[in-house]
């Protein structure tokens, strides 16, 4: 039993440091930044669901995003360290409204994992000060604006936006994905993988440089 034990701890391990990519430079997805701010890390895994999908956009919760990563060898044991839940990619026909009232509310919790990361979009924030059930005041942010394909955000309008199934079952409070039908594509952790293969590392720049959170 114990060698039988020991062969397939050595076959997992054999498995787990199996290279599955590269990294063309150090791809931020520090807990305390992807649950505050939009990194690199999250605009590149959110490009990839756009690239998976064919959707508009992409909307992830900052939690999903469990660590960085280095420059150069990725293994298989490092990139689920990254996207350890297995969850796959839902797109949505999602109103105008809906994908308003998450943007205001992940953007409400700074420091949580709701706090969203995001590609195909570009959102302009104000300082907004909220009150907790407690009577406690927090600083967050509040949208003043997006687009989304360099046209201004339709509230009537349906959009195709790419989530995960976390999301789409109202995960972390995400409440107004979960009247919506969905398709279901490939795991967050394949679609990230193939895409950051698939790129060049100049293609990767632009998307890790870009601004979408203002």
Known sequence: ?????????????????????KAPFDLDGAREHVRSSSTNLGRIICAS?????????AFLNGGSIRDSISEGDVTKGQLLSVLPYGNYVFVIEIYGKDILAALNHGLGQPGAGAFPQFWGMEVATRAAELTGTDGTKKSALAV????????????EMRYKLAINDFLRSGGDGYAMFTKYDYSEYAT??????????EKGAADLRAISDATVLK
Do not use: H
């Open 49 to 57: 669901l756009v690239d998976a999908s064919g959707a508009d956009a």
């Open 188 to 197: 967050l952790e394949e679609a990230f993988r193939n895409f950051v293969t």
């Open 144 to 155: 003043d604006s997006v687009t989304i394909g360099g046209k201004p955000l339709d509230p």
């Open 1 to 21: 039993m114990r060698e039988a034990m020991g062969a397939l701890r050595a076959e997992l391990d054999k498995e787990m440091n199996l290279v599955v990519m």
